[in-house]
Structure formats: C-alpha cells, structure tokens
C-alpha cells in the first residue's frame, strides 16, 4: 500500500522534532568519532587558596572570663575563645571554597585558662585509677573546626609530657614541632611538618608543606618536665634543615608555624644558645619560606614583611595576637609555569572574633564542660576580712601580694633541712594581674586563681647577700627612671625596657627602697634584713617560682643557685588550700609594707 505524500506542514514539524530528539541525543553522549576530536578544557593556569591562623588560644573556648565569673572584657573591645574563630573560619571556607583553604595554630593550646587546669589537674585528660580520662575540650573543638595542623607551645609542656602526648593523641591534626627531639637520639619527638595539598581540577594539585617549630625556652620554663628527656634547638638551625626537604620533596608552598615572636630577642638572656624570638631570623636566614604565622608574644601583627637575605625574596608574617581575639588570613596567587606551581603574590591580614556570634556547633559541643568548670571555680573555700586588690601592686607593697609571699615563705620552710632552716628565709612574687580581687567576705576557688594566673611550682634557691642585691637592681629596671622634683605618673611608670608585670618581682622577708630617679643599677638602697644590712656575702633562702628559677625572665643567678627545696605542687593551689585551711583569709596575719619607691630618698607614695 502506498504511503500518502506529507504536505509541507507535516513535514517541517516532523523534521524538527526530529532533529530536536538528535540533538538531545547528541548531549547526552557523543560517537567515539566525535569525542576523540573534542578537545579538552584547558587547565587552569592561576589558582589561589588560603591558610587561616590562631595562635596562644591558651584554652579560651568562649567569650567568657572565670576569673570574674561574667563575658570577657577588656578596654578595646576584644572578645575571646574559639568558638567565635569557629564562625570567622566557616565565613572564609564559605566565600573561597572548602578545598581552598587550610586551618592552621601556632602554639600554646592547653595551659592558661580555668578550663585548661580543670582537665589537667581535677578531671585530667589522663585519667584516674586506671580510668580513661575525659576529652580535652581545646581537642573536641580544634577537631570539629578541621584543623590541620598546629605548632607545639611552650606552654604544652606545663602539665608534663603525659599530659601533651594524651591531648595529642585527642586531636585529629598532627602538634608539629621540628625542633623538639628526644634527649637521648636527638631524633625529632613529634612530627616535624605534613604536607597538604590543595586540589585544582584538570592541573596537578599544589602541595603545601606546614613546618612546625616551638620555642627554646621550654628548656629553661619546664625544666622540670623536660630535662633528660626532651631537648630543644634553634628555630633557625632546624629551619636549616627541613626547609630544603619539603622543598626536595616537591612543596610548591613552603609555611611555617612558629611559637617564637619576631623581634629576635630573649626574655632569658645568654641562658640559652638560642633566640627566643626568632622568626624574623627564620624569615631573613632560610632560603624557601613563603610565609611564616607567628606566635608567643600575645601581640597582633596583621603583616610584616621581611626580605630572605640569600634570596631577596620577601616572607609575609603575621601573629593574631591572642585568646581568639584575631585569625590570620594568608592570601596566596600561583601560577603554573612548566607543570610547576610558582607563588606569585602573598597577602595577610587579621580577622577580628568581635565582629561575629559564637559557631553553635562548638557551643552545642562544649556547654558542658564550660558549665562544670563555672560550677569548680565558684566553689567556695573560706571567707576574707578586708578586700585584698591588686590594682596598685606594680609600684605599692600591698596586702594581696603579701599573701602570695606568705604562702611560699610558709611552704617553703616546712620542707628545708635542718641546715637550711637556719638561713634566713624571704619571698619573691610578681604582680601577675592588676585586675586582680580577694573580695571581703566569701573567696571562691576563681579569686584566688585570678591572683595567681599561672601553673607555676615552688622552689627555694640560695643567693648570697650581693647576689640578691643585682636581683633586685634587675627588677628595678621595670620603673622609668623619673628625676626627684618631677610629679610621678603611675600610667607611664612601668614596664620600661619592655619588661612586663609578669617579669616584675618583689621581695618579702627583707626591706628596701627602689629609687626611681637613680639610673638602672643604681637604685636598690637600704636593703636589710631583719633591721639589719644585709652583708654581700650572707646567704639566704630565696622561695621563687619555676619559671623563675630556672632562668625565667633572664634575672642574673638563679638559674645557677643551689637549691634547697623543690615541689611539684603548683603555688596557686597552694594558695587555695591556705584560705582552706585557715577558713578565713586576714591580711592582719601577713601584711607588712617592706618595699617602697622612693626619688632621692623621698617616699614617693
């Protein structure tokens, strides 16, 4: 049967749902014939990515202070704690990409606030009676933000190794440090740097080597943790040598990860053979440094640039200050040059934490712990009969610090030797917070800890009488020199030489003047003991902190000096089971006014 003719109509409707359906077709897959002469995109020939920083977070999680019991406050408007780091990082993965960008800290993680001693000390990371111990909260956090790596603090090695290797063994992200090695091998004792790699569809991926390095002071501040057991190298010298191996290895982005600031100065003198702050150093002496975070000093420094001597190529650092107040932007441009990724730009800038609300994940994820720590610091453990501030202890002998004092002096001398006992016995203290306050009636575990804010031990270490003396001549380099005549002005006296209040020691147990308008080394006058003058080569007891003690600070002798006693206990608790103890805390039992400044002999309060 014939089929009838198809009028034009018919046929160009049929002809085009035809050539539709071919075409259709032809999307969803093409001839071999067709697709070997496809040819295919071109790969990207620039590409960027970034790497966020934090630094000294010291265990803030949120925005909140335990020392006063309320949000954290402070006169520029800082807020503090991951929590509010945790929104700014999700902000930026958000904007560039979740494969572009890299999460990195630089140090000082689990020591500094109440949260951090509560899971050290009362509910410990490594357990009790054989239990496993909890999570530190700083691990739960630092894993659900996805870091990827993070450089050792000096401040990890405060509650011992014990302690460290457990938080390390919490975190899902290696704790970096290339120049902590085992005493005996002088082999590295963690991981010295990882090696990232930050994928670019049809291009090889750039991989991005982190070099962690930590600070050499740990050998001085935690002796007593370390010593025959870990030893600690330059900054320079360990960069040296690994710089060069990620490069060999075919890091086409070279960063690292410093605890150490970048001033090139030491708190600790010729004590060690080592800078304390040396990543200026790092940056200026190692060829193959793209880009440095930097940490240790709690200062914010959105960008510094310094020039790598061998090569004349710039190295951007840059330290976000710290508590979570700041995060770190690295911008880093690349271009593809013979298959081979080549930085051609680096930018930094800092983030402020203010700006943003606290991520509810980690909120959800640690209320908990945050609660029970509130609950352990407004314990009470006595009461007090008069208010006890700190506020005006940087240049008066006032009552609060005589409590500290006491409480060494007391200590210390139930545990001398017979020999020993016979010496005379004094005290020396810093003011640690001006904040401050033992408040008059109930005193909670928090008002005690927020006098004496650090995780120091005790020890009694011997100095003659010539040695206290350049002791106290070196705390008095702390106070500007004001000429006698001139109206003395307590918002610029201190801190001079860029010494700090936590570097700043008082004595108790002898008497002295402090005159402000001698030149340093010339202003300890009147120095007695017992009403009497003390005598250059008369020998005293000296009961001083850890970190002092083994050379904190740089105070000259001792580091060196005999000691005559040495505990593990920390002071600050020492503190708390005094007012325990006692049940009432009464400045009338401890205080005595036995410093004071002075202008040319005239008291100057």
């Not at 943003?356 to 610091?377: C, N, P, Q, R, S």
Request: charged letters at 20%; aromatic letters at 10%; glycine letters at 8%.
């Amino acid at each position: 049967m014939p089929v009838p003719p198809l009028n034009r109509r018919e046929f160009v409707k049929k002809s085009a749902v035809t050539g539709a359906a071919v075409a259709v077709a032809g999307t969803v897959a093409a001839t071999p014939a067709q697709a070997a002469h496809r040819k295919p995109p071109k790969p990207p020939r620039t590409w960027s990515f970034s790497i966020l920083g934090t630094t000294d977070l010291h265990s803030h999680v949120f925005d909140w202070d335990y020392y006063t019991d309320a949000a954290y406050q402070d006169s520029k408007g800082n807020s503090v704690g991951v929590a509010r780091v945790a929104t700014l990082v999700k902000q930026q993965r958000a904007a560039k990409g979740e494969d572009r960008v890299l999460l990195v800290d630089a140090g000082d993680i689990i020591q500094g606030t109440s949260l951090a001693y509560y899971y050290a000390r009362v509910d410990p990371i490594v357990g009790t009676g054989g239990k496993r111990g909890p999570k530190h909260p700083m691990a739960i956090a630092m894993n659900a933000m996805r870091y990827d790596a993070a450089a050792l603090g000096n401040h990890e090695f405060n509650y011992g190794i014990e302690t460290l290797r457990r938080f390390e063994e919490q975190c899902h992200f290696p704790l970096l440090g290339a120049n902590a090695l085992d005493a005996k091998t002088l082999r590295p004792a963690f991981q010295p740097y990882t090696v990232k790699r930050v994928r670019v569809p049809g291009a090889p991926d750039i991989k991005v080597g982190i070099l962690g390095l930590t600070n050499p002071g740990i050998a001085l501040w935690d002796k007593d943790n370390v010593a025959g057991k870990m030893a600690f190298t330059g900054l320079v010298e360990q960069a040296k040598k690994y710089v060069p191996r990620m490069r060999a290895l075919g890091c086409d982005v070279v960063f690292l990860t410093d605890h150490s600031g970048l001033d090139g100065s030491s708190s600790y003198g010729d004590e060690l053979p080592y800078v304390e702050n040396a990543s200026n150093l790092v940056a200026q002496q190692v060829p193959g440094i793209d880009a440095i975070l930097v940490g240790h000093t709690h200062t914010e420094v959105s960008s510094y640039t310094v020039t790598n001597t061998g090569t004349g190529k710039d190295v951007v650092l840059s330290e976000p200050y710290c508590y979570g107040m700041r995060l770190t932007v690295f911008d880093f441009e690349l271009e593809l040059v013979h298959g081979q990724w080549k930085v051609t730009s680096t930018k930094a800038q800092t983030l402020n934490s203010n700006t943003v609300e606290e991520d509810a994940e980690i909120t959800g994820l640690l209320t908990a712990d945050h609660e029970l720590v509130v609950k352990y610091v407004n314990t009470p453990v006595g009461t007090c009969t008069a208010d006890l501030s700190a506020a005006e202890a940087c240049w008066k002998d006032v009552p609060v610090m005589d409590f500290i004092h006491q409480v060494q002096l007391a200590t210390v001398a139930t545990g001398l030797s017979t020999a020993d006992a016979a010496l005379p016995l004094i005290s020396v203290a810093a003011p640690f917070s001006r904040t401050a306050d033992i408040p008059q009636g109930d005193v909670t575990i928090r008002d005690v800890a927020g006098l004496y804010i650090y995780d120091n031990t005790l020890y009694g270490k011997k100095l003659t009488g010539a040695q206290l003396k350049d002791y106290l001549e070196y705390a008095a380099k702390y106070y500007h020199q004001v000429p006698a005549g001139t109206k003395v002005d307590t918002a610029t006296l201190t801190n001079a030489n860029s010494f700090w209040d936590y570097m700043y020691d008082t004595a108790a147990g002898v008497s002295y003047d402090i005159d402000i308008a001698q030149p340093e080394g010339s202003r300890i006058k009147n120095l007695s003991y017992a009403g009497t003058p003390v005598a250059d080569g008369q020998v005293f007891v000296v009961a001083v902190n850890n970190y002092r003690a083994n050379g904190g600070s740089g105070y000259p002798h001792i580091a060196a000096a005999d000691i005559a006693y040495s505990s593990t206990n920390e002071i600050r608790q020492l503190m708390i089971d005094y007012v325990t103890a006692k049940g009432s805390l009464d400045p009338a039992d401890f205080a005595a006014a036995n410093w004071r400044l002075t202008q040319d002999g005239t008291p100057v309060f």
